[in-house]
Structures are given as C-alpha cells and as structure tokens.
C-alpha cells in the first residue's frame, strides 16, 4: 500500500537541475535508501517528501489523510540551554514520556540528564534528538544522515529498531553515506538524472 | 493552544537573559535617563512620559529581535510544520507569552516610574492598562518584523515595521495626554484595544505565512 507517492517530480535551484523527473512511493513496510553525493539533492527530496519544500515540477501525494510523520535531519531540534530531560519534556506530552524516557536510558543518557544539553558531545546530543523517532509511533519515518556521530553500538540499536519498524509495516525513507544495515530500495540522485 | 503556550512559557522562563535583559535595560534607562541632564523637577514631570514611551519602543523591539530565530536555527521550526502544518499558534503562543513575561513587567515599570514623576496614583491604572495595550501591538508588529528578518539580520524588520509602529506611538501619547487631562481616555482606549486585539489575532497569520517562506 502506497502511503506518499512523488510523480514526475523535479527541482531547480539557481537554474541548476538538482534531479528531474523523480517517481517513487513510499510504501507500507518498505524502505527506501535516497543515495548521491554532496549536492545531488538529497536533503532537499527529503524536504519535498515532508512537504516543507515545493518540487519544481510534479507533485507529492500524500495517500492516506492525517498520516504521521517522524523526521530528523540535519538540525536536531533539541534546546541547548535546557537538560537533555527538560528537552524530553518539551517534546514528548506526558502519556509518551516514560516511553521516551525508557530510550533515553537504553540510549546511556542518564549520566547526563542534569547537564546542560550544549555540554553533551555531538553524539550524544544526536542520541537525544534521535529519541524523537525512537519514541514516536508514526506511519512514516524520514531520516537525514541518522547514523553521522553515533557510535558503533547506537549505529547498530538504530539499524535494528529501523529494520523492527518497517517489518511492522512503516515506511522508512533515508538518506546515508553509511550503509543502513538492512534492505532497502536504492533511489541514486546523480546530479539532474536519477 | 494550551500545550503549546506551556512550552513557549517554559522556553522563555529558562531564557533568563531574554527577558530579564530588556527589563533592566528599561529600568536603567528610565533610571539613567533623568540622572544625566540638569532639570527641575517640574521640568522633567513635563516630559518624562515621552522617555517612557520611547523606551517602550526600543525595549519591545529588543525583546523581540530574536524571537523565531533559535528555532529557526535548531530545526525545531520544521518539526512544528510537520505537525501544524502552519505557524499560526506558534506565533500566537509566543507573542502572547513575550507580553506575559517582558510586556507586562515592563508596564509595570513603566506604570511606577510614571508615578515617581509626578502621576496622580489614582491614574496609576489607567496609565498600566494603556502600556500593556502598547505594549500587545508593539510586540506583533515587531515579531513580525523578527519573522521577516529571521536569516537576513535584524535592520529588515527595523526598516519594515518601524514606519508601523509610529501609529501606535502616536495613539499612546495620545491616551497618556487623555489620562492626564482627564479627557476622553475611554474612547482611545476602546481604539486601543480594538486595534490591540484585531492586530493580535491577524498578525500572527502574517507571521505564519511569512516564517512558511523562509522555511522554503
């Protein structure tokens, strides 16, 4: 079952042609690896795909109304000035926060829940903006290089939660220079063709 | 609408400097200000409102230079769209949260250094609903000139919505004049309030749209 479908979709951007002509679905239980150097466009077709970003040409549908979405790109959306816990609070309403919170600890965070969130190293400030879609029961997941930072250890908790996700039936898109671990479709963006 | 003023209440109270800052900086300069020139007391009664006023103005602008642009910068703007889809309670929250927290303290102030310079006490709430009032139009437009100038520098919003702030300048003093003379105060206040609650529903549908576009 197909849960966002992109037709024909292209992207300019100072009259360079970033990809043209893209058509893929994210379906239910499926996977999909967005592949490509730096500057084919990834990070913008994932912002096409969330709806943040208007493709060009063609459209992005959305299959099914009120479809939930996980995301986490390149920014972590987490405050510096708040403690990794406060920053839990912020995030999650309070019927989600023990699940959060059961995350933060299997992520090893509890050493730093009273710290201010800007002192926490790159990784670990990636871990907690990673609890987001961990904790989150969403139909889609859209990732951003989620595996730059983490540690072997996180980087292969996060490959299997993916892999458990998608055999539930979500749909994953991502786009990664390090291999996911798991099967996925490969869409390969190479600059105007795909 | 709730959940999201708790959080906009809860992001700015951790902001220590955020609105603190523009509160002492309204206090030393309505501190500052009589202490460097040499004027009777009488004098000085004539004139102080308007040091009032124009502190009002810059201090608002202030308070509200950076209101979108941590979110902005941390990703948690894409976040919101995805669930919202639009920015409207988002900037609804956050306005109304600036004004609870810097707009009313600084009417507050406002209201007492007022009455250290020769206001009639009684007059004192008149003179404290007339700056927060002030204070709820200023801070809509000036967030909306944050939107505007979110990742291209602060004089943007300056430039575009100084020219609108001038009215409602005009209209404080007007009311001020009103509460000291005793004369027609009510009719300006109805416009004040008025306009205070038409601008505060429809500019944070401005700002939406606005912050939309640089999220594009």
């Known amino acids: 079952m197909q849960l966002i479908t992109a037709n024909n979709i292209s992207y300019t ?134 595996f730059v930072g983490l540690d072997q250890a996180t980087r292969d908790l996060l490959a299997e939660y993916l892999k458990l996700r998608v055999s539930k039936g979500a749909s994953l898109a991502l786009t990664s220079h390090i291999e996911p671990g798991f099967n996925c479709h490969a869409l390969v963006l190479n600059g105007g063709a795909a | 609408m709730i959940s999201v003023m708790a959080s906009e209440l809860f992001k700015l109270r951790k902001k220590i400097r955020a609105w603190l800052g523009p509160l002492l900086i309204m206090i030393l300069v309505l501190i500052a200000f009589p202490l460097s020139i040499d004027i009777s007391q009488y004098d000085l009664n004539k004139f102080y409102f308007s040091i009032i006023v124009i502190s009002l103005l810059v201090i608002s602008f202030l308070a509200t230079e950076t209101m979108f642009v941590e979110d902005f910068e941390d990703g948690t703007l894409e976040q919101i769209y995805l669930q919202e889809r639009d920015f409207y309670k988002l900037a609804l929250a956050k306005v109304l949260i600036y004004v609870l927290l810097i707009g009313v303290p600084m009417s507050l102030i406002g209201s007492l250094f007022s009455f250290a310079n020769g206001v009639d006490a009684s007059q004192l709430p008149q003179i404290f609903i007339t700056l927060i009032f002030s204070t709820l139009l200023l801070f809509n437009l000036f967030a909306f000139g944050a939107a505007l100038s979110i990742n291209k520098g602060a004089m943007l919003g300056v430039l575009a919505t100084l020219p609108l702030a001038l009215p409602v300048i005009i209209l404080l003093g007007r009311a001020i004049r009103a509460v000291q003379f005793g004369n027609g105060f009510y009719e300006i206040m109805a416009l004040m309030i008025g306009a205070g609650l038409l601008v505060a529903a429809l500019v944070p549908l401005v700002i939406s749209i606005t912050l939309r576009t640089h999220l594009e």
């Open chain 1, 13 to 146: 951007i100072n009259d360079q042609k970033l990809f043209h002509g893209l058509s893929f679905s994210l379906d239910h239980g499926s996977a999909l690896h967005i592949q490509g150097g730096n500057g084919s466009g990834k990070s913008t077709l994932i912002r096409i795909l969330l709806g943040i970003s208007t493709p060009t040409k063609g459209e992005i549908k959305y299959m099914q109304p009120n479809l939930v979405l996980s995301y986490l790109g390149h920014q972590n959306a987490i405050k510096s000035y708040l403690t990794p816990l406060e920053n839990l609070e912020l995030i999650f309403p309070k019927a989600q926060f023990d699940n959060a919170y059961s995350w933060f600890k299997k992520l090893n965070l509890i050493g730093v829940q009273d710290e201010t969130t800007a002192n926490l190293s790159f990784g670990q400030q990636k871990k907690l903006a990673l609890i987001r879609i961990l904790a989150n029961d969403s139909d889609v997941i859209i990732l951003d290089e989620p």
